[in-house]
């Protein structure tokens, strides 16, 4: 079945460092591949999502690339702050139908200044 | 334009006891998904409702359920609570459309703790 592998947690770095949260992912077919990130005591948030290969999704500074030829979605931004500390969770949706996402464990980003 | 309501917030309860919790999803929007999010198991997909029918079933026990009424509002509702059920339960709804496929807006989620 589906399924989604993101590096364990928790990230720790400095305000303006940079970062990279490693996404791979195994699934049938062409699905779409999704960022989200939770606040604490909040919902998930759409954070950015790329639906085929080679797209890249962007907002708030942070990107993503779909790569089918690693299976992998990994979330990049140049320079972090404070604010983004949050859980950043990988997903991706099936092929078969309906709005159901396969998620990530997620990953605990927290920056320092 | 309203975001996704889900209540109550936090609930406590106990072994044995059943559960009901409610989701509004955004205006417009006629398909609600369920997830539970626990830090064992992280974020598991528990079902999909469109239109008042069920369209996706996660691998959870008989004793999950849920209904989508024509206002397009769901509930799920847990019998027979077990401890192991202590979870936020989040509720998603998704718009209609290419750019809103699989889209998901998330509510603030209901915090259940069974003792």
């Known amino acids: 079945g589906d399924s989604v592998t993101q590096m364990e947690g928790p990230v720790t770095l400095s305000e303006e460092a940079f970062l990279t949260i490693n996404c791979t992912y195994t699934?049938?077919?062409?699905?779409?591949l999704f960022w989200y990130v939770q606040y604490p005591g909040e919902g998930l948030q759409l954070l950015l999502k790329a639906t085929k290969a080679d797209d890249k999704g962007s907002n708030k500074g942070f990107e993503a690339t779909y790569r089918k030829e690693t299976t992998s979605f990994h979330l990049e931004k140049g320079s972090v702050q404070v604010s983004d500390s949050a859980v950043y969770f990988c997903?991706?949706?099936?092929?078969?139908?309906?709005?159901?996402?396969?998620f990530g464990t997620g990953t605990q980003l927290k920056v320092e200044l | 334009k309203a975001g996704v309501t889900q209540t109550p917030r936090y609930l406590i309860k106990t072994r044995g006891q059943q559960v009901t919790l409610s989701c509004s999803p955004i205006?417009?929007?006629?398909?609600v998904s369920w997830y539970q999010q626990t830090p064992g198991q992280g974020l598991q997909f528990l079902f999909e409702y469109f239109s008042e029918t069920q369209r996706n079933k996660g691998n959870f026990p008989g004793r999950f359920s849920g209904r989508q009424f024509s206002n397009s509002r769901s509930e799920m509702n847990v019998s027979t609570l077990e401890l192991g059920d202590s979870a936020l339960y989040l509720c998603a709804s998704t718009g209609q459309g290419r750019a809103g496929a699989n889209v998901l807006t998330f509510g603030a989620g209901s915090r259940l703790t069974v003792l």
């Open positions: 699934a049938t077919g062409y699905p779409s």
């Open positions: 205006s417009g929007h006629r398909s």
């Open positions: 997903a991706l949706s099936g092929t078969g139908g309906g709005n159901k996402l396969t």
